[in-house]
């Protein structure tokens, strides 16, 4: 059974940091998997945040984080992380981390696996 489960979301200010964990269990193959970083606001789309591909760590950012936020991968422990800096307002959402095989190429379709979310609230 495959279980895809984030954490480390929470109230923050703005200007400030906070840092999500990925964790994965029961994917046969966990290289050559794109892990991928979705968040969601109220009344809003999903939409991709950040990704980054288990075989050679390429990553991809959406530009409204670029220079923000950095996801990493502590393939040993099937971990993502994602750094989020400088923080704003409207950073605002619930955060979600999936999974899809293959390389990423900032493609944001297909995922397979996801997680539950985290709540991520920047006050200004």
């Known amino acids: 059974q495959v279980q895809v489960v984030e954490s480390g979301g929470g109230s923050v200010q703005a200007g400030g940091s906070l840092r999500l964990s990925c964790a994965s269990s029961?994917?046969?193959?966990?290289?050559?998997?794109?892990m991928g970083w979705f968040r969601q606001a109220p009344g809003k789309e999903r939409e991709g945040v950040a990704q980054?591909?288990?075989?050679?760590?390429?990553?991809y950012y959406t530009e409204s984080v670029k220079g923000r936020f950095t996801i990493s991968q502590d393939n040993a422990k099937n971990t993502v992380y994602l750094q989020m800096s400088s923080l704003k307002p409207e950073d605002t959402a619930v955060y979600y981390c999936?999974?899809?095989?293959?390389?990423?190429?900032?493609?944001?379709?297909?995922?397979?696996?996801w997680g539950q979310g985290t709540q991520v609230t920047v006050s200004s």
């Open positions: 999936a999974t899809r095989t293959g390389i990423c190429g900032g493609r944001w379709d297909g995922f397979d696996y």
């Open positions: 029961g994917l046969i193959y966990y290289s050559g998997r794109c």
């Open positions: 980054i591909y288990s075989g050679v760590s390429s990553t």
